[in-house]
């Protein structure tokens, strides 16, 4: 059975536009409770450590430069069947091939900045929300 909760961030370019409160009322509206956010700035080592995935990858350093540009707004959701339903509201990486009405389509610029992230996998969401906030920030 799916998990519960997710992991989100809305990314420097969305903030910088001023786009978190539709956002964060698209997320709402779509049945998701927050139970966690702050706004925040990556320094470029912090980016790196939540992208190590990435690290061998040729955009590493470019998506950490660009994840520490500016305020970034992480947020750990509830609702059942959490990952997958979040990943159909935020639409696809590239927001050409996001469908009509999701969040990547109305607010991303490019797959590069695309507004949103959104963990792929229960075992992720743990992960990426536990890097951002700790268990007292959790309500």
Known sequence: MSGNKT???IKPDAVA????????????????KIIAMK???????????????????PFYGDLC????????VPMILEKDNAVTD?????GATNPANADEGTIRKLFA???????????D?????AIEGSFFFSETEKF
């Open 17 to 32: 536009d001023g786009n978190t409160g539709a956002i964060i009322k698209m997320i709402e509206e779509a049945g998701f």
């Open 39 to 57: 706004k925040t700035l990556l320094t470029s080592e912090r980016a790196g450590e939540f992208y190590a995935v990435h690290k061998e990858r």
């Open 65 to 72: 430069k660009y994840m520490s540009s500016g305020p970034i």
């Open 7 to 9: 992991f989100t961030m």
């Open 109 to 119: 610029k490019s797959i590069e900045a695309n507004a949103v992230h959104g963990s």
């Open 121 to 125: 996998s229960d075992e992720n969401a």
């Open 86 to 90: 979040f990943r159909t509201l935020i």
